[in-house]
């Protein structure tokens, strides 16, 4: 097996832990981590404190878009990971597209069986959507970018 097969496969491992215990917190701490990245974002750009109304306007505003992206973000990494792995192993196929987008749902649906649980925690359909979205954003960017790059060395 090449380097590069290896590292991608231990990418995937610490990208799937990671995935992992983000849904074993506890919905306070997950709800707090989400509400601190507002806070702390807006506070950056702003480069001042915020009022604690002026956090409870941006939480509301924004907690559940900042969840829910998170969602598609670590999918779409994810989506990454296991593409290049399926394409060292059946090449630049549609069964490599398609065996990626497989195991991310598989994963994404037992993501969301595990939160079941987790104290505070609930299995959403539409988290699984999400998830499975950001995996086929990316698989599908990069075996389009692929297939660009072996068309363009075909030339």
Do not use: P
């Not at 215990?21 to 507002?38: C, G, P, R, W, Y």
């Not at 807006?42 to 829910?68: A, N």
């Not at 999918?75 to 069964?95: D, H, M, Q, S």
Request: charged share 20%.
């Amino acid at each position: 097996m090449k380097l590069k097969n290896i590292i991608n496969i231990i990418l995937m491992i610490i990208w799937l832990l990671i995935i992992f215990l983000f849904s074993a917190q506890e919905s306070d701490k997950s709800l707090n981590t989400s509400e601190h990245v507002i806070i702390k974002t807006v506070e950056t750009i702003k480069g001042e404190k915020l009022t604690e109304k002026e956090k409870d306007i941006l939480i509301d505003k924004f907690l559940v878009i900042v969840r829910k992206s998170a969602h598609f973000f670590l999918y779409f990494i994810l989506g990454i990971f296991v593409f290049l792995i399926a394409k060292n192993i059946w090449g630049l196929t549609r069964t490599s597209f398609i065996y990626t987008i497989i195991f991310c749902l598989i994963y994404a649906c037992s993501d969301e069986l595990h939160q079941l649980f987790i104290s505070g925690r609930t299995a959403r359909i539409l988290d699984v959507l999400i998830d499975t979205s950001g995996s086929l954003l990316s698989t599908f960017i990069l075996f389009t970018l692929h297939i660009i790059k072996n068309r363009i060395k075909s030339i």
